[in-house]
Protein backbone atom coordinates (compact mmCIF):
# COMPACT_ATOMS: atom_id res chain seq x y z
CA UNK A 1 0.00 0.00 0.00
CA UNK A 2 1.54 3.03 -1.33
CA UNK A 3 -0.78 6.44 -0.63
CA UNK A 4 -0.25 9.25 -2.48
CA UNK A 5 -0.44 12.84 -0.04
CA UNK A 6 -1.98 15.59 -1.81
CA UNK A 7 -2.25 19.02 -0.07
CA UNK A 8 -5.08 21.22 -1.20
CA UNK A 9 -5.14 25.06 -1.29
CA UNK A 10 -6.13 25.11 2.28
CA UNK A 11 -3.67 22.99 3.65
CA UNK A 12 -5.66 20.35 4.40
CA UNK A 13 -4.03 16.94 3.77
CA UNK A 14 -5.78 14.22 1.35
CA UNK A 15 -4.48 10.89 1.13
CA UNK A 16 -5.01 8.76 -2.31
CA UNK A 17 -5.11 5.02 -2.26
CA UNK A 18 -5.57 2.61 -4.73
CA UNK A 19 -9.13 1.46 -5.21
CA UNK A 20 -7.97 -2.36 -3.58
CA UNK A 21 -6.08 -1.12 -1.21
CA UNK A 22 -9.11 0.58 0.45
CA UNK A 23 -10.86 -2.10 0.61
CA UNK A 24 -8.30 -4.25 2.49
CA UNK A 25 -8.42 -1.04 4.77
CA UNK A 26 -12.30 -1.17 5.33
CA UNK A 27 -12.40 -4.87 4.96
CA UNK A 28 -10.01 -5.16 7.98
CA UNK A 29 -12.02 -2.42 10.12
CA UNK A 30 -15.23 -4.93 9.17
CA UNK A 31 -16.49 -3.86 6.31
CA UNK A 32 -18.82 -6.35 4.57
CA UNK A 33 -18.87 -4.78 1.66
CA UNK A 34 -15.64 -4.30 1.21
CA UNK A 35 -15.13 -8.02 2.26
CA UNK A 36 -17.32 -8.99 -0.51
CA UNK A 37 -15.55 -6.75 -3.17
CA UNK A 38 -12.36 -7.92 -2.32
CA UNK A 39 -13.31 -12.09 -2.56
CA UNK A 40 -14.63 -11.09 -5.78
CA UNK A 41 -11.55 -10.26 -6.92
CA UNK A 42 -10.25 -12.85 -5.97
CA UNK A 43 -12.54 -15.50 -6.93
CA UNK A 44 -11.75 -13.75 -10.39
CA UNK A 45 -8.32 -13.28 -10.32
CA UNK A 46 -8.24 -17.57 -9.61
CA UNK A 47 -11.13 -18.29 -11.96
CA UNK A 48 -8.29 -16.36 -14.92
CA UNK A 49 -5.36 -18.49 -13.63
CA UNK A 50 -7.33 -21.47 -13.76
CA UNK A 51 -8.63 -20.77 -17.37
CA UNK A 52 -4.56 -19.71 -18.56
CA UNK A 53 -3.81 -23.15 -16.94
CA UNK A 54 -1.25 -21.26 -14.40
CA UNK A 55 -3.06 -22.58 -11.48
CA UNK A 56 -5.64 -26.52 -11.36
CA UNK A 57 -7.89 -27.45 -8.77
CA UNK A 58 -7.32 -30.32 -6.39
CA UNK A 59 -9.76 -32.74 -6.16
CA UNK A 60 -11.11 -33.44 -2.87
CA UNK A 61 -10.84 -37.32 -2.65
CA UNK A 62 -6.84 -35.83 -2.36
CA UNK A 63 -6.66 -32.93 -0.45
CA UNK A 64 -9.06 -34.56 2.16
CA UNK A 65 -6.35 -37.32 2.36
CA UNK A 66 -3.18 -35.55 2.69
CA UNK A 67 -3.47 -34.31 6.09
CA UNK A 68 -3.74 -37.71 7.09
CA UNK A 69 -1.56 -39.67 4.40
CA UNK A 70 0.93 -37.35 3.30
CA UNK A 71 1.63 -38.90 -0.10
CA UNK A 72 -0.21 -38.29 -3.16
CA UNK A 73 0.94 -40.74 -5.16
CA UNK A 74 -0.21 -43.56 -2.48
CA UNK A 75 -3.45 -41.42 -2.52
CA UNK A 76 -3.86 -41.44 -5.83
CA UNK A 77 -3.33 -45.46 -6.28
CA UNK A 78 -5.37 -46.00 -3.61
CA UNK A 79 -8.36 -43.85 -4.87
CA UNK A 80 -8.29 -45.47 -8.54
CA UNK A 81 -8.58 -49.21 -6.65
CA UNK A 82 -4.89 -50.18 -7.53
CA UNK A 83 -2.40 -52.31 -6.15
CA UNK A 84 1.32 -51.42 -6.19
CA UNK A 85 2.30 -54.06 -8.67
CA UNK A 86 -1.08 -52.98 -10.53
CA UNK A 87 -0.04 -49.49 -10.24
CA UNK A 88 4.15 -49.88 -10.66
CA UNK A 89 2.94 -52.04 -14.23
CA UNK A 90 0.79 -49.88 -15.64
CA UNK A 91 3.47 -47.06 -15.06
CA UNK A 92 6.07 -48.88 -16.21
CA UNK A 93 7.82 -48.90 -12.89
CA UNK A 94 9.05 -51.40 -10.28
CA UNK A 95 7.00 -51.81 -7.13
CA UNK A 96 9.95 -51.17 -5.45
CA UNK A 97 10.33 -48.01 -7.04
CA UNK A 98 6.59 -46.95 -6.42
CA UNK A 99 7.01 -48.54 -2.50
CA UNK A 100 10.11 -45.70 -2.22
CA UNK A 101 7.97 -42.89 -3.94
CA UNK A 102 4.99 -43.68 -1.95
CA UNK A 103 7.30 -44.04 1.23
CA UNK A 104 8.90 -40.44 0.71
CA UNK A 105 12.31 -42.14 0.04
CA UNK A 106 12.44 -40.69 -3.60
CA UNK A 107 11.00 -37.64 -5.34
CA UNK A 108 9.36 -38.41 -8.25
CA UNK A 109 10.59 -36.71 -11.31
CA UNK A 110 8.03 -34.92 -13.60
CA UNK A 111 8.11 -37.84 -15.78
CA UNK A 112 7.35 -40.25 -13.84
CA UNK A 113 4.65 -38.25 -12.28
CA UNK A 114 3.31 -38.18 -15.85
CA UNK A 115 3.06 -42.19 -15.78
CA UNK A 116 1.58 -42.45 -13.08
CA UNK A 117 -1.00 -39.74 -14.12
CA UNK A 118 -1.53 -41.36 -17.12
CA UNK A 119 -2.29 -44.89 -16.04
CA UNK A 120 -4.88 -43.05 -13.70
CA UNK A 121 -6.50 -40.67 -16.28
CA UNK A 122 -5.54 -37.98 -14.31
CA UNK A 123 -4.47 -34.56 -14.94
CA UNK A 124 -0.50 -34.55 -14.80
CA UNK A 125 -0.64 -31.14 -13.31
CA UNK A 126 -1.78 -32.76 -10.58
CA UNK A 127 0.86 -34.66 -9.20
CA UNK A 128 3.29 -32.37 -10.54
CA UNK A 129 1.81 -29.42 -8.93
CA UNK A 130 2.41 -31.28 -6.07
CA UNK A 131 5.96 -32.32 -5.58
CA UNK A 132 7.23 -29.92 -8.41
CA UNK A 133 5.30 -26.76 -7.82
CA UNK A 134 5.50 -24.45 -10.81
CA UNK A 135 8.16 -21.49 -10.15
CA UNK A 136 10.15 -23.91 -7.90
CA UNK A 137 13.85 -24.37 -8.24
CA UNK A 138 14.54 -27.43 -10.08
Known amino acids: MKPQILTTAAGEELVVLARHDYDVLLARLGDEEAEDRLS ?5 TVKAAIAEGTEILLPTWLTDRMAADGSPVRIVREHFGLSSSRMASKAGMTTDHLADIEDGGQTPSPAMLDAISLAVALDPRVLRGLYH ?3 EAA
Open 40 to 44: AEIAM
Open 133 to 135: PPG
